[in-house]
């Protein structure tokens, strides 16, 4: 999945602009543990940040135009994603399957602090995703954390939910959020109904921060390979286009940022758009649209 020296080559660079990785006839896993975790992980790319707004031009199931502007920040490097564990009495009727969870202090610490700063500079409200009802040892952890870090912002209006609850509050009242702070595990969830609500998958963009900036960071849009459309011409670029912006803006140019993503929204709101959002344009035809208003005003 990545030449022996991958990793070091892209030391050398700022930021790294994904595309997704992905065959049926490849395990999940494989491209996922030889691949993205191994990026996730060796640039230490803790902060998963899943912004879901509801562009113009593009209807959502569930929101009003203007109602949805979600940022889920998830956890990306430790979790309920570990390969620590194993697997006993293969083929047996006794076989075990273990996996461990893996949350630790500075791991919980620094993700939820991450998640009240962006708070604090949107709209000062976050949820954390718990779920300490049924998880008894990890969640309570997790919440006791989030507790503690609310102490440090008073201006913040901040809340617990259990994700199942939080799960069901976005499809019913979208509106109702601001950010949400999550695991890995339930980051990874939340953030795919927000995508969804947003009004498709091929919208979505995410963005693995290395706040710090001792490592690059990665750029992605959510969706996979799509197989199942792969070579037809008609998946959707607006993901791959908003992760584009979100690099642009994480590497100093956040003009050039607003400009793509202004650029997409005239591409959407013009009516050119690909058939998941219910338009006929090609791949092609789209990401040339946009191309082309780059630099028009919004
Ligand atoms: N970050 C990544 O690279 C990443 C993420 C998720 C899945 N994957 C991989 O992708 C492959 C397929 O996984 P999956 O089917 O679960 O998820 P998927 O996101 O590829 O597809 C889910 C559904 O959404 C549709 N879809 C996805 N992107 C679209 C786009 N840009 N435009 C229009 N429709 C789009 C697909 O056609 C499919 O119906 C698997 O091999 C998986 O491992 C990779």
Redesign the pocket.
Known sequence: MLPEDGLETLAGYDAIY???????T?P?HV??WGL?LPIRRSFDQYVNLRPARLLRGVTSPLAEPGELDITVVRENTEGEYSDSGGRVYRGTPHEIAVQESIFTRRGVERIVRYAFEEAKSRRSHLVGATKSNGISITMPFFDEIFREIAGNYPDVEASLMHADALAARLVLAPGSFDVVVGSNLFGDLLSEVTAAIAG???IAPSANLNPEGTSPSLF??????????AGDG????A?AIWAGALMLDHVGYSDAGEQVLSALELTLESGTK?R?LGGTASTDEMTDAVVQRIGDDA
């Open positions: 994904l595309g997704a990785v992905g065959w049926p490849v999940d491209s996922l993205l498709a998958i091929g992605e849009p959510i969706h996979g390979s799509a197989p199942n459309i008609v998946a959707n670029p993901g690909t998941d």
